[in-house]
């Protein structure tokens, strides 16, 4: 399975852009090209549940879900067995992953800039507040009672 956004859909063509898990990967497969059949299952996430839909109905900027009867993990260009696509998210969508295997997360609902990176890493936390009375070597003095 593959998940990503729509970039465009041309004729039985649906051009996606993903995001590259893997450093290794080659930079080219960032954007895919999903050939769409009569035998391609085409539905849309509408309050967290699938709608059949036709090819027109999706749009530019839909999250996307992809799956295929072939691996296509370094696959540029192949044909959908199943899509989903939804404006707001893919919760909802149920696809033949094997038994055992875990399906990849959806993208997120509002995707980070490609030219950022973001490893969801809390900022450093502020410097300790610097003292205006100077240091000395001595000790305080006892407290009063």
Do not use: C, W
Request: negative net charge; glycine residues 4%.
């Amino acid at each position: 399975m593959l998940s990503g956004y729509i970039d465009s859909v041309e004729g039985d063509k649906i051009m996606i852009s993903t995001t590259l898990f893997n450093p290794l990967d080659d930079e080219a497969l960032e954007q895919r090209i999903i050939h769409i059949n009569s035998k391609t299952k085409v539905v849309l996430i509408k309050q967290g549940k699938e709608v059949s839909a036709e090819l027109g109905e999706l749009m530019s900027g839909y999250a996307i879900a992809v799956e295929a009867s072939e691996d296509i993990a370094q696959k540029k260009e192949f044909t959908a067995k199943k899509v989903a696509a939804s404006f707001e998210s893919l919760s909802g969508a149920t696809f033949d992953t094997p038994s055992g295997a875990d399906a990849p997360p959806p993208p997120p609902v509002n995707p980070v800039n490609n030219n950022q990176t973001s490893d969801n890493t809390p900022p450093p936390p502020p410097p300790p507040p610097v003292s205006s009375t100077p240091s000395s070597d001595e000790p305080p003095p006892p407290p009063v009672n």
